[in-house]
């Protein structure tokens, strides 16, 4: 018998751990304004080298440059704006307020704000959001109520999930915010299957899916994608790349030397790869998906190359795995300060402004958790248990009529 190599099974590694220098070697920034813009209506076979770049429309200086720099108003920046920095003060807010007990948990999207506020603001009122836990900045953008969020977060007697749903688990039919599930990957699929509907009953609108890079890993990512490139569902399916899946980094769910955009070509649909905190690129990148969908041609992938800055959530604690200052050497910057600064560029926008904001926000929010606490914190106060079994089946279930005879009620 010849000799032969023995093998040996690959595992990877990250590039850098907990007390080792930060390392982002290898990671490939193009210039802003330099990835060309392919018609939106285009065939997809003409498209295969558009997940292998990345779309960036803000360049150092904070201008709009390139084929993709879109054609928004200042208003609907200043909007963005608003949103993203509401959602990174409330997080702040939230995270303080688990660590003094009176929420049971929380997730914050910190540097992440930009995709959730600029594709809510993109897309139309009736079109519907599969959302994960990082985009609470979709409901920031449509101006959800603070204390509905409160109120759930507390679960108090006023939830407006009447404590079926997790903290931060939120649901928000009239503002396109489809239930979110904690099992990851799930929605991927009824994103697909909703716009599938739209199509079937010839309708306008289309959906849009989100997961986390990790969650590409799971079998329902590619049922989604499978069904979304056969029936050419007009759906917007994004992966938030933001390099950590809790301790996992990036290049256990995908191979180095592919992409996450990538996985698109498999499918037969359009992968597109965008700064994820550039506020602009995402905009333009959402816009020309739509417009594809809304001409029949079907589901786009998009990945969002971005950063998870603070940890999962507050049972995590990310200098266990990665180098304590990796956030602050992210190369593609922080949404905020980008968005912030271009509206300054083009004279839309001044420090004493971005204050006053902050200023308001900051009371706005203090002043929905004052009247969540009225209510009552975690433990304090509990959703009417009398109401537990209303509300989830159309018909109640055999099992909900024998528990509901078990307590009394
Ligand atoms: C089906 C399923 N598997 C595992 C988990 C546990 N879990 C919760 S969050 C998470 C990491 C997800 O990472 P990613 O998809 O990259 O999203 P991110 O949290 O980074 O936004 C895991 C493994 C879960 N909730 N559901």
């Known amino acids: 018998m010849p000799d032969k190599t023995r093998l040996q099974l690959y595992i990877p590694k990250p590039q850098a751990r907990p007390g080792e220098p930060v390392n982002f070697d290898g990671l490939v920034v193009p210039e802003a304004g330099s990835v060309r813009r392919p ?71 910190t540097g992440e704000e930009a995709i959730g506020a600029a594709q809510s603001l993109m897309l139309g009122q009736g079109d519907m959001c599969f959302p994960t836990y990082r985009v609470l900045s979709w409901l920031m953008a449509r101006d959800y109520p603070l204390i509905n969020l409160v109120n759930q977060l507390f679960s108090n007697e006023k939830d407006p999930l009447k404590g079926r749903q997790l903290p931060v688990l939120y649901s928000a039919r009239d503002y396109g915010f489809y239930s979110l599930s904690g099992n990851l990957g799930s929605r991927f699929g009824h994103a697909v299957g909703w716009a599938m509907a739209s199509a079937y009953r010839n309708d306008d609108k289309i959906a849009l899916g989100y997961v986390g890079e990790g969650t590409t890993a799971e079998g329902d990512f590619h049922e989604a994608l499978t069904f979304a490139g056969v029936y050419h569902a007009p759906a917007i399916l994004c992966v938030t790349n933001n390099q950590w899946a809790i301790s996992t980094f990036a290049g256990i769910a995908n191979p180095r030397d592919t992409t996450f955009a990538a996985k698109a070509i498999g499918y037969g649909i359009p992968g597109l790869r965008v700064d994820g905190n550039d506020f602009l690129a995402v905009c333009a990148a959402t816009q020309w998906a739509a417009e594809r969908a809304h001409a029949n041609l079907g589901s786009t992938l998009i990945e969002f190359f971005t950063y998870r800055a603070a940890g999962h959530s507050t049972s995590d604690d990310p200098t266990k795995y990665r180098p304590v200052d990796e956030p602050v050497h992210w190369p593609l910057g922080d949404p905020i300060v980008r968005l912030k600064t271009h509206l300054i560029t083009i004279g839309e926008w001044d420090e004493a402004r971005h204050d006053a904001l902050t200023a308001e926000l900051t009371e706005e929010i203090n002043a929905a958790v004052r009247e969540g606490e009225a209510v009552g914190t975690l433990g304090k106060s509990k959703p009417p248990v009398a109401e537990m079994f209303e509300g989830v089946f159309k018909e109640p279930d055999w099992r909900v009529i024998e528990q509901r005879k078990e307590l009394g009620i």
């Open 39 to 109: 018609d939106p209506l285009g065939c997809e076979a003409d498209m295969r080298d558009m997940p292998f770049s990345l779309v960036r429309v803000l360049d150092e200086g904070g201008h709009a440059v390139g084929p993709w720099a879109p054609d928004v108003s200042p208003d609907l920046l200043r909007k963005g704006l608003r949103a993203m920095l509401q959602t990174r003060l409330f997080d702040d807010k939230l995270f303080r307020l688990q660590r003094q007990g009176k929420t049971s948990f929380y997730m914050k999207s």
